[in-house]
C-alpha cells in the first residue's frame, strides 16, 4: 500500500503562483512514476503531469509553460510549481502514484486550487 498526501491548495489571484507538495509512505519502491491530476465543479478529473522514477516527465497541453512537475526522491515528495494561473485552473488537485507491475494506482484525497480573478 502506498499513501498519498497533498498540500499547499489555496487561494491566488490570476496571474500568482503556487506549490503543490505530495509525500508518499508505504510500499513507496513500488511506484513507477507519480502525477497530478484535477477536477472542476462539474467536470470529470483530468490529467495534468507526470514524472517517472527515471526522471522523465509529460504534460497536459493546458498547463505546458506554466506548470512544472518535480520530485525528491530523499523526501519522498512530488512537487507542482503551477505559475501564471488562470481561473480556470480552479480545481481540487489530487496526487497519483502508479505501480504498474500490478496494475494498482493510488490516489491522495486532494487540494483545492482555487484561482480569483
Known amino acids: 500500500q502506498v499513501q498519498l498526501v497533498e498540500s499547499g491548495g489555496g487561494l491566488v489571484q490570476a496571474g500568482g503562483s503556487l506549490r503543490l507538495s505530495c509525500a508518499a509512505s508505504g510500499s513507496i519502491f513500488s511506484i513507477d512514476a507519480m502525477g497530478w491530476y484535477r477536477q472542476a465543479p462539474g467536470k470529470q478529473r483530468e490529467f495534468i503531469a507526470f514524472?517517472?522514477?527515471?526522471?522523465?516527465?509529460n504534460y497536459a497541453d493546458s498547463v505546458k509553460g506554466r506548470f512544472t512537475i518535480s520530485r525528491d526522491n530523499a523526501k519522498n515528495t512530488v512537487y507542482l510549481q503551477m505559475n501564471s494561473l488562470k481561473p480556470e485552473d480552479t480545481a481540487v488537485y489530487y496526487c497519483n502514484a502508479g505501480d504498474y507491475s500490478r496494475g494498482v494506482n493510488y490516489w491522495g484525497k486532494g487540494t483545492l486550487v482555487t484561482v480569483s480573478s
Open positions: 514524472i517517472t522514477s527515471g526522471g522523465s516527465t
